[in-house]
């Protein structure tokens, strides 16, 4: 490694989703607690049950009060957990749900890594706030970086009370994605950036888009297979030829993570060995009707 690089060590060994080594051994509790998104990808399908095992889906909401119980439970029944993680359902910057779990969390826990995931729109706007709860890696999904093929996978962006679409909303999200990713680097946080990789639409941008973020000072770089579902449901998934593709194209610019499982927003485990988000979590989200995006 760069003498000059960062160095990440203290976190990817104990981080299941940074790691290829000892960190893979590590649980992590996700906390399902962002009710809301601001922006509408069309492979988005938000969905509250305990059957699917995909991003966008928990049992419901969890209210902010039964955090200090499910935190707590959750290191009885996996004593292995190393991180708090919060991916969703909705967006984590979207609301102010997540920040205030995290500090319930720093407060009861503080040696436990703080992990969240966004798409980028609010991260530069927002950051301050994550480095005083003790966020310490933040995961941005950055799906292309032409605004042709950004507004292709980006339906709308709610942004100052207005919503937006087209290619000067794809524009404007990708420039806020990046300046969240250089300012969060330069802040000490380690970035990985998730690429749903889409066959046909943005696997020709999979190199751009890489170097993009590994000038930005991302770390690492995962592609995610699609899910069709949504406005995409009649797209094909990426082959394992596919992916294998993508990702040395990509390796050209980041180390890319390979162990990536679809986890869902209330996950709670050692991913790959245990799933224990029905024995937390079953009587314990709350359900809800409706999924705001705006």
């Given at each position: 490694?760069?003498?000059?690089?960062?160095?990440?060590?203290?976190?990817?060994?104990?981080?299941?989703?940074?790691?290829?080594?000892?960190?893979?051994?590590?649980?992590?509790?996700?906390?399902?607690?962002?009710?809301?998104?601001?922006?509408?990808?069309?492979?988005?399908?938000?969905?509250?049950?305990?059957?699917?095992?995909?991003?966008?889906?928990?049992?419901?909401?969890?209210?902010?009060?039964?955090?200090?119980?499910?935190?707590?439970?959750?290191?009885?029944?996996?004593?292995?957990?190393?991180?708090?993680?919060?991916?969703?359902?909705?967006?984590?910057?979207?609301?102010?749900?997540?920040?205030?779990?995290?500090?319930?969390?720093?407060?009861?826990?503080?040696?436990?890594?703080?992990?969240?995931?966004?798409?980028?729109?609010?991260?530069?706007?927002?950051?301050?706030?994550?480095?005083?709860?003790?966020?310490?890696?933040?995961?941005?999904?950055?799906?292309?970086?032409?605004?042709e093929t950004v507004s292709r996978i980006v339906a709308s962006?709610?942004?100052?009370?207005?919503?937006?679409?087209?290619?000067?909303?794809?524009?404007?999200?990708t420039r806020r994605q990046l300046a969240g990713i250089r300012?969060?680097?330069?802040?000490?946080?380690?970035?990985?950036?998730?690429?749903?990789?889409?066959?046909?639409?943005?696997?020709?941008?999979?190199?751009?888009?890489?170097?993009?973020?590994?000038?930005?000072?991302?770390?690492?770089?995962?592609?995610?297979?699609?899910?069709?579902?949504?406005?995409?449901?009649?797209?094909?998934?990426?082959?394992?030829?596919?992916?294998?593709?993508?990702?040395s194209l990509a390796e050209a610019h980041l180390p890319v993570?390979?162990?990536?499982?679809?986890?869902?927003?209330?996950?709670?485990?050692?991913?790959?060995?245990?799933?224990?988000?029905?024995?937390?979590?079953?009587?314990?989200?709350?359900?809800?009707?409706?999924?705001?995006?705006?």
């Amino acid at each position: 490694m760069n003498t000059s690089e960062p160095d990440y060590s203290h976190l990817t060994r104990r981080h299941p989703c940074l790691s290829d080594g000892p960190g893979l051994r590590s649980g992590r509790l996700h906390l399902p607690v962002s009710p809301r998104c601001n922006i509408q990808c069309r492979f988005c399908r938000r969905a509250f049950n305990g059957l699917e095992e995909r991003p966008g889906v928990a049992r419901g909401i969890l209210d902010l009060a039964d955090v200090p119980a499910l935190l707590a439970r959750a290191l009885e029944l996996c004593p292995e957990i190393a991180v708090v993680g919060i991916a969703g359902p909705g967006d984590t910057l979207a609301s102010d749900h997540a920040l205030e779990a995290f500090r319930i969390v720093g407060r009861l826990q503080p040696d436990l890594v703080k992990c969240l995931s966004t798409n980028g729109l609010l991260l530069e706007e927002r950051l301050s706030e994550l480095l005083a709860v003790g966020v310490a890696t933040v995961t941005v999904t950055v799906n292309g970086v032409r605004p042709e093929t950004v507004s292709r996978i980006v339906a709308s962006v709610a942004l100052e009370g207005f919503r937006q679409a087209g290619e000067q909303a794809a524009e404007q999200l990708t420039r806020r994605q990046l300046a969240g990713i250089r300012a969060a680097a330069a802040a000490g946080l380690l970035v990985k950036v998730n690429m749903v990789l889409i066959p046909g639409l943005n696997d020709g941008e999979v190199a751009a888009t890489a170097e993009a973020v590994r000038r930005a000072g991302a770390a690492l770089f995962n592609l995610i297979p699609l899910l069709p579902q949504g406005d995409f449901a009649r797209f094909r998934p990426p082959s394992c030829g596919d992916l294998q593709a993508a990702r040395s194209l990509a390796e050209a610019h980041l180390p890319v993570f390979r162990h990536c499982h679809h986890c869902r927003a209330d996950a709670v485990g050692v991913p790959g060995v245990s799933d224990l988000s029905g024995a937390l979590y079953g009587a314990s989200a709350r359900p809800v009707e409706t999924f705001s995006h705006g």
